[in-house]
């Protein structure tokens, strides 16, 4: 698949904006697409599989919720690259883990519920074989940036 239809248009654009909170969101969407469920189900399987699509998902004021966030970049030995990242991912905290060019090539932002468990996990990660530098970049000020883009 490399073109989208005018249907799929449509509905990646109701996805970046107007999912619903509901028990079948599906279904809703599909009633303002004048579809079925069905039919959206599947056409968000295939734009995913196509990579149009990467994320469906909720996202929350993680401070008003008690998380204190931070920003993380590693410096990591190309080779043990996969096996860092993948330590990385385990913990249910640590979103946005990319790698980039660079001294530090592996970021990922991490939220946990206070300072103790930030710095437990951290020296984990900064024990991690293959990790020789870490930057722990806490913000100053938090800015919430909202993209969406018009199909």
């Not at 966030?69 to 640590?94: I, M």
């Not at 530090?104 to 990660?125: A, Q």
Request: charged share 25%; aromatic share 8%; proline share 4%.
């Amino acid at each position: 698949m490399t073109e989208i239809s005018e249907f799929d248009k449509r509905l990646l654009n109701l996805l970046q904006t107007n999912l619903p909170v509901c028990s079948r969101p599906f279904a809703d969407l599909a009633e303002k697409l004048n579809s079925t469920e069905e039919n959206v189900l599947s056409r968000v399987k295939e734009l995913k599989a196509a990579g149009f699509l990467r994320r469906i998902g909720t996202f929350f004021d993680s401070s008003s919720l008690g998380y204190e966030g931070t920003l993380v970049a590693l410096q990591v030995n190309p080779a043990a690259l996969p096996t860092v990242a993948a330590a990385v991912n385990t913990y249910p905290g640590a979103t946005h883990n990319y790698e980039r060019e660079g001294r530090y090539n592996l970021w990922f932002t991490l939220l946990t519920p206070d300072k103790s468990k930030e710095e437990e996990i951290l020296g984990k990660i900064r024990s991690l074989d293959g990790v020789d530098d870490m930057l722990n970049l806490k913000a100053n000020k938090k800015y919430k940036i909202n993209v969406q883009f018009r199909l």
